[in-house]
């Protein structure tokens, strides 16, 4: 387990075409699943999520998510 240096955090969620819909530089962030005001459709969702650890090293992790209602 790594400990996150709340200095530099940075999430961002893609849609199916590349475009960023949610972006976030706090680590408490919550994405209530709209784009721009409206409901983004249901389906898989890219995220990145950049960080700086504990050893000042800079990290990258990325993954998919499903919106579903």
Do not use: A, H
Not at 11 to 18: A, D, E, F, L, T
Not at 57 to 68: A, E, N, W
């Amino acid at each position: 387990s790594q400990n996150i240096n709340m200095d530099y955090f940075s999430i961002r969620i893609y849609n199916r075409w590349g475009q960023v819909i949610f972006q976030s530089s706090r680590p408490d962030f919550e994405w209530d699943g709209t784009f721009n005001g409206v409901l983004c459709p249901q389906g898989v969702y890219v995220y990145t999520i950049m960080y700086r650890d504990s050893d000042n090293l800079d990290r990258m992790k990325y993954g998919s998510i499903t919106l579903f209602y």
